[in-house]
């Protein structure tokens, strides 16, 4: 029930932050820690596309930690909302 929670709410910051920052682009750490993410969940889309943040925002606790502290590093998502969801 908690995971439940956990992932609702990590889902609707990662949705709230990619509204308001639509054309912010991935930073360079970002993109090479999420890279494989990226291409095991949303290998169709372009990085830095609107389309790979809606499809890493499906993703979500499945994302690994690696990308997941860089996101949080790089102010893409909420640290709270990931530090009880590693997995890797």
Do not use: W
Not at 79 to 85: A, E, G, I, L, V
């Amino acid at each position: 029930m908690q995971t439940t929670r956990l992932m609702a709410a990590l889902m609707a910051g990662m949705a709230a932050l990619a509204a308001a920052s639509a054309a912010h682009a991935y930073s360079g750490r970002v993109k090479s820690a999420c890279k494989r993410d990226f291409y095991k969940f949303c290998p169709a889309y372009k990085v830095g596309s609107p389309e790979l943040r809606a499809c890493m925002r499906s993703a979500g606790g499945n994302i690994s930690s690696r990308c997941l502290d860089a996101l949080a590093d790089a102010g893409d998502i909420p640290r709270k909302y990931h530090s009880s969801q590693r997995k890797r």
